[in-house]
Structures are given as C-alpha cells and as structure tokens.
C-alpha cells in the first residue's frame, strides 16, 4: 500500500519568499506530525494533528511557520519570508492514533534558502 | 523537559562484529522508547520499540532492554552486517497526557565494512 507521500521532494527558493509543503498520509492515519531536520538542530518537532486539529504547536520555531490539515487527510506546511536558518528536510509522518502505535514517515521535502 | 542522548558516530564496525549503540534519556514517568534507522537515501522508519520498564525490543538481530535504573535503551545486535550501515536515532515518546511527539537523539551514522 501507499506511505506517506511529500512534494515537493526538493524545493530551491530565494530569501523572503513564502513556500508550501504538502504532506499525504496514510489513508485511514488519523495523526500527523511535522518534524525538521538539519544539520545543527537533529530532528525537530513541529506540530501534530490529531484529524484537522493541532493540539500541539510547540515546536514551531516562529510565527512565519503555520500548518493546517484539511478533511483529516492532507497537511500543508508554510513558511512565509523564508529565512537561510529555515534550510532544512521537513519531514511529515502519520500514525492511526496517539500512544506508542508507530509513525510512518515520508521521504522529506529538502528546502533550501538562498 | 524531555531529551535523548545518543552515542556520538561515527561508527565503523567489520562484518560479524558486535554492536552497541549508547541511548540514554531524560523524561519523568514512563516514556514510550524507540530506535529508528534510516537506510542511505531511504526514510525514518521504526527498527524497534519498548513501552514499560524492562521490556525488550527486537527486530532484525537487533534488540534494546529498557532500563528504567539507568535511564537507558541501548541497541546492541551480536553480529552485523554491511546491510546494517544506516544512521540509527533513537526516540522517546513523553508519558504525559497529549504529550505525542517523539524527542530524537541526535544520530548515529553506522558504517560497516566487509
């Protein structure tokens, strides 16, 4: 069956601009979760929906970064006025539900800032 | 609040030898833990997980004890192979109410030579 699917799966862009990052999940996956990686910080939390609600934002870095999931399914990532700190593999992943049940997760979107 | 740390890599190993891979964590209660690996050019995906005190997590010859006295879950596999090179994060999940995100270790990049 299908995984978790991201696009773009690279994405060049210059300071400033905005940029969207789409993350599919898991069809029946009620979970989704952000998380970053890069090179000085490791994997980082982002954000986490639980259907299309966020219950926790914690991890995002500043208000330039906000993210939405539409009919429990497909999650956008924005990032507005990208900066060259933002440069960075975004990572999406889902799971059926909270706890300890397993986050599967996609093959990132590599951004980086010039 | 929560953290994970990992044994510094990178880690070159021969064929057949035994592995260990240091995983200590900071976190109150009782954390959910876990080991992903991410194989070259691949995703994150879960290798191995433990729930509660001195469960033992095993999959592919790898296995990890949670220790709850020394706070730790090391990945340990008695004979590895060069399909095992990958870089292995571990992972914590927080046992407090709506805590659902994972907290990663750093990494560790496993090289194994023949």
């Known amino acids: 069956g299908a995984g978790v699917s991201q696009s773009p799966s690279n994405k060049v862009t210059e300071k400033g601009k905005d940029v969207e990052l789409r993350c599919d999940p898991i069809s029946g996956h009620t979970a989704l979760y952000w998380y970053r990686q890069s090179l000085g910080q490791g994997l980082e939390f982002l954000i986490y929906?639980?259907?299309?609600?966020?219950?926790?934002k914690s991890g995002l870095p500043s208000d330039r970064f906000s993210a939405e999931r539409t009919g429990g399914s497909v999650s956008t990532l924005t990032i507005q006025r990208t900066q060259q700190e933002d440069s960075a593999v975004y990572l999406c992943?889902?799971?059926f539900g909270g706890g300890a049940t397993e986050q599967f997760f996609g093959p990132g979107t590599r951004l980086t800032v010039l | 609040g929560d953290s994970v740390t990992q044994m510094e890599g990178p880690v070159t190993l021969s064929e057949e030898a035994f592995l260990t891979i240091n995983c200590t964590y900071t976190?109150?209660?009782?954390?959910?833990l876990f080991w992903y690996v991410q194989y070259p050019g691949e995703g994150l995906q879960l290798l191995l997980k433990a729930t509660k005190a001195d469960d033992k997590g095993s999959n592919k010859g790898f296995e990890a004890t949670y220790r709850k006295e020394t706070t730790s879950f090391h990945l340990e596999k008695g004979s590895v192979q060069v399909s095992d090179s990958a870089v292995y994060f571990c992972?914590?999940?927080?046992?407090?109410?709506?805590?659902?995100?994972?907290?990663f270790g750093t990494g560790t990049r496993l090289t194994i030579i023949p």
């Open positions: 992943a889902s799971s």
């Open positions: 929906f639980q259907g299309n609600s966020a219950p926790d």
């Open positions: 976190a109150t209660g009782y954390p959910s």
């Open positions: 992972a914590l999940r927080g046992s407090n109410f709506g805590n659902e995100k994972l907290t």
